[in-house]
């Protein structure tokens, strides 16, 4: 066994504590105090610098060692998603209604599990900057790092990342250079009619029907317009209307997700809907209010850091270990706007076959906790020689 797995294996209890604290005080976007707090506090209590605050909940901690050149990155998400935990679990989530069930408090307690160690140990040379990231579930956290100065105030030649992927085989890491996730635009269409008792439907202007035809509409957009060699999605997650069989309610609202892996592409895509959406509000005599949230970029990894990446995985982990190229996925991350800034890489560790990520009954695997920590030690150590 590599001497970086076998000795960060031997701390697989300390990772375990890390990730169960963490999933037992769940926070949704931008609400991640605990986290923060009980991270920020580990990070002082092994020698960081610590930054807290940026982005809202964001924390920072550098480590500075010899006279090393070299400045990197390694990036972990904190949010939870606003789902109720499925799996009667000892260490289940605390907070009703929230839970992780994405794996980012594993993301979080595996790079926590790396900090102890490099600090303990200190063997390279250079600035060592672990970002923990709120509000990654919304596209959000990155870009309010970024805007509160992250790579002003922590330069860095090179910035990682990595995400657990029901599916694949547990403990195996992926990396594939080039474009691995789309871009997403999550919308919400608000129609506006004249609601009505509903027995006297020909008093109203009803936004349901019309936000019925827009969804069927809406799915027409990339069956008809987006080459089979392409890639689009265009998903209505969320049809809220009314509240009683017996009355024709005043509003409607849809609310989409769309994902792409073109630049081009994105914009037809959003060109439709937009042009969809007033067709049939004129259609139906409905008023119409798009609202476009934070939209997401496409991931694109560097691809000589990224092979670069897969020879330490490789050496740490053994051959077998490792897969490249790797999968590619139409889910999106805010990591991207990371990698547009400085060369990026961001690589996938199975969790095998368990529920997908933010589903109910979704469970890390936690022999991946050690694997995790063991790869973040070993490209903090290379990259800083």
């Known amino acids: 066994m590599n001497p970086i797995l076998e000795k960060v294996s031997a701390d697989k209890g300390k990772i375990e504590a890390h990730f169960h604290y963490l999933h037992q005080n769940p926070g949704v976007a931008f609400e991640e105090q605990a986290a923060a707090g009980y991270i920020a506090g580990k990070l002082r209590e092994?020698?960081?610098?610590?930054?807290?605050?940026?982005?809202?909940?964001?924390v920072v901690g550098q480590l500075r060692v010899g006279d090393g050149k070299a400045r990197i990155g390694l990036r972990a998400d904190t949010d939870a998603l606003p789902v109720q935990e499925g799996a009667d679990l000892p260490y289940k989530s605390r907070v009703n209604g929230k839970s992780h069930m994405c794996g980012h408090d594993a993301h979080s307690a595996m790079l926590l599990g790396a900090a102890e160690y490099?600090?303990?140990?200190?063997?390279?040379?250079?600035?060592l900057n672990l970002i923990f990231q709120p509000?990654?579930?919304?596209m959000a956290g990155a870009p309010a790092m970024i805007a509160d100065g992250l790579f002003e105030k922590f330069p860095m030649d090179v910035i990682f990342g990595m995400h657990n992927m029901p599916g694949l085989p547990v403990g195996k890491l992926?990396?594939?250079?080039?474009?691995?996730?789309a871009s997403v635009d999550n919308w919400e269409i608000v129609l506006t009619g004249v609601g009505s008792h509903g027995s006297m439907p020909e008093k109203s202007v009803?936004?349901?029907?019309?936000?019925?035809?827009?969804?069927?509409?809406?799915?027409?957009?990339?069956?008809?317009n987006v080459a089979p060699m392409d890639a689009a999605v265009v998903s209505v997650g969320a049809f809220l209307a009314g509240g009683a069989g017996?009355?024709?309610?005043?509003?409607a609202t849809l609310r989409l997700s769309t994902r792409t892996r073109k630049p081009e592409t994105r914009k037809m895509v959003l060109d439709k809907i937009r042009a969809i959406t007033r067709a049939t509000a004129e259609a139906y005599n409905v008023q119409f209010e798009i609202k476009e949230g934070q939209p997401g970029a496409i991931l694109i990894n560097d691809d000589a850091h990224t092979e670069r990446c897969a020879a330490i995985a490789r050496e740490t982990l053994g051959d077998e270990q490792v897969v490249t190229p790797g999968p590619t996925f139409m889910?999106?991350?805010d990591f991207a706007f990371y990698a547009q800034q400085v060369p990026g890489v961001y690589c996938f560790v199975g969790n095998g076959d368990t529920p997908n990520v933010h589903h109910p009954m979704y469970v890390f695997d936690q022999a991946n906790l050690p694997v995790g920590a063991a790869y973040w030690v070993a490209v903090a150590q290379a990259y800083l020689k």
């Not at 092994?46 to 964001?58: A, I, S």
């Not at 992926?174 to 996730?181: D, K, L, W």
Request: zero cysteines; aromatic letters at 6%.
């Open 206 to 224: 009803d936004p349901l029907v019309a936000g019925a035809a827009l969804v069927m509409s809406l799915q027409t957009i990339v069956s008809r």
């Open 46 to 58: 092994w020698g960081y610098e610590v930054t807290e605050g940026l982005g809202k909940t964001g």
């Open 135 to 138: 509000a990654e579930e919304i």
């Open 246 to 251: 017996n009355v024709i309610p005043q509003n």
């Open 331 to 333: 889910g999106s991350e």
């Open 174 to 181: 992926h990396f594939t250079g080039g474009p691995i996730m």
């Open 118 to 127: 490099l600090a303990r140990t200190r063997n390279f040379s250079g600035t």
